[in-house]
């Protein structure tokens, strides 16, 4: 028997169309593998054979497997009578297969099997949650897709990797090292959607940490890969072709002191490294820096993006309050704003910046202490040799993010800033006024936000 999926916002609510083999023969609640019975639905001979069990690393996450002889294998998957998302399955020996991500911990939702018009009925899926795991005190507004960042709740749980729906709720995460004490402050989507990617780091001038690196986890958290970069600190980024950027403590004695300053450095995926720049090649050591017992931190750069239609990296230094244009085929830097070596002139000053994004010739900086007692978000437009404020933003209640902070262009001349310590995100509208906000209680820290429409291939 066929079944037909009319509509994937309305096709199997919760309360109708959901079957539930004995009461509980889909559900899973400890990750074990389950198997609908003979009073679920009859898909002989299109699709048959229908498992599902929950990630025993990740419980928000499920796999489903089934046998069929058609082609293009999906399965869709809500709560109640919302579709969020569609997981393509992969044909393997004979049994196909698909990891969904999407349904927030600790929720009853539901999924259903299909290929083309032939289609399961749907049944119920029940994820796990992560323990002590704080919720948000405030929600308002929309925000679409999935917001991918770092998240500490002090006196809770250690910071780490997460990824948050449009209204806050948690739908993935990985817990690395308990214990030991590292920092992370950025997670990227694979650009296949098979893997999430994070970074381990300490700020450290003595010897570098053997643990730190880069973190690849599966969507589902079984397989986990370190890729060792002892030096790394702050950001990195994924090209196309899974090559990392990311940013290196570039240490050198000077004078018998020991001087941190920073590179830019890419790892290719069969372990090759270059490196694209570095501050000793490109600035003057002027002595001054962030005093440690060890020695000096110089530049402390803390931010790193790539703009691949000017095929140039750009990279903030937080002691240096600069934010830096770096060709990436040549290493030459174009331009400099901010400090005493900036070649474009500008008329409002950012200090300790964080985050920031490059989109034409427009510039979103997160400014997080160039004003007493507050931080803002600042757009300026690049022209020539000046940076032209456009426009300044200020949280109300006013806000103050001594480090971290971001802010990341959405559709429709809206924004997104995150407001590091803060623990809060909030989206700004065309009018530059704050539309929606997702806060958590005080002594939750946000690192920077990477955000994507969907998480399923």
């Known amino acids: 028997m066929l079944f037909i999926l009319l509509a994937c916002t309305d096709a199997v609510p919760v309360d109708t169309a959901l079957s539930t083999p004995g ?43 089934w046998k069929s002889d058609l082609t293009d294998g999906v399965v869709h998957f809500g709560v109640g ?40 009925e749907g049944f119920p899926i029940t994820t796990g949650g992560l323990a002590g795991f704080p919720a948000p005190v405030e929600v308002s507004g929309d925000l679409e897709g999935y917001t991918l960042t770092t998240f500490l709740a002090r006196g809770e749980a250690k910071m780490q990797p997460v990824v948050f729906n449009g209204q806050g709720e948690l739908v993935w995460w990985h817990t690395y090292n308990e ?39 599966s969507l589902d958290g079984t397989a986990v890969e370190t890729i060792p970069l002892p030096e790394n600190h702050h950001d990195f980024l994924l090209h196309e072709d899974e090559t990392i950027a990311y940013i290196k403590f570039d240490r050198r004695e000077v ?35 962030v005093e440690r017992k060890e020695g000096i931190f110089w ?34 830097t174009n331009w400099i704003l901010g400090s005493t070596t900036a070649t474009l002139t500008q008329t409002d000053i950012f200090i300790g910046q964080h985050g920031f994004h490059l989109d034409g010739d427009d510039l979103l900086v997160f400014d997080n202490l160039g004003v007493p007692g507050r931080s803002r978000v600042i757009r300026y437009t690049i022209e020539s040799e000046t940076a032209t404020t456009t426009w300044i933003h200020e949280n109300m209640p006013v806000m103050l993010t001594e480090y971290f902070g971001d802010v990341l262009p959405l559709s429709g001349d809206r924004m997104l800033v995150a407001w590091g310590q803060g623990g809060r995100l909030s989206v700004l ?26 998480l399923m291939p």
């Open 255 to 289: 004078d018998g002191t020991l001087v941190a300053g920073d590179a830019i450095v890419e790892r290719a995926p069969d372990g090759t490294e270059t490196t694209i720049w570095s501050t000793w090649d490109d600035l003057i050591w002027d002595g001054k820096g």
């Open 429 to 454: 509208d065309s009018t530059h006024s704050t539309s929606s906000e997702r806060a958590w209680k005080i002594g939750t820290e946000l690192g920077f936000v990477t955000q994507e429409p969907t």
């Open 179 to 217: 214990d030991r004490e590292w920092f992370s402050s950025r997670v990227r989507l694979s650009a296949d959607k098979q893997s999430i990617y994070y970074n381990t780091y300490h700020i450290t001038l003595s010897e570098p940490l053997s643990f730190a690196g880069i973190i690849k986890v």
């Open 81 to 120: 009578e919302q579709t969020i998302g569609t997981a393509t399955g992969r044909l393997d020996d004979g049994t196909w297969s698909a990891v969904v991500v999407g349904i927030p911990a600790e929720t009853t939702g539901w999924y259903a099997v299909a290929h083309g018009e032939a289609s399961s």
């Open 299 to 332: 530049t402390m750069a803390n931010n790193l993006e790539y703009n691949a239609d000017q095929d140039a990296y750009i990279l903030g230094s937080r002691d240096r309050n600069a934010i830096l244009h770096i060709d990436r085929s040549t290493g030459a």
């Open 23 to 65: 009461d509980s023969s889909a559900v899973s609640d400890s990750g074990g593998e389950t198997t609908p019975d003979d009073s679920g639905p009859d898909t002989t001979g299109a699709i048959t054979d229908i498992t599902v069990s929950l990630s025993p690393e990740i419980a928000s996450v499920f796999t489903v497997t």
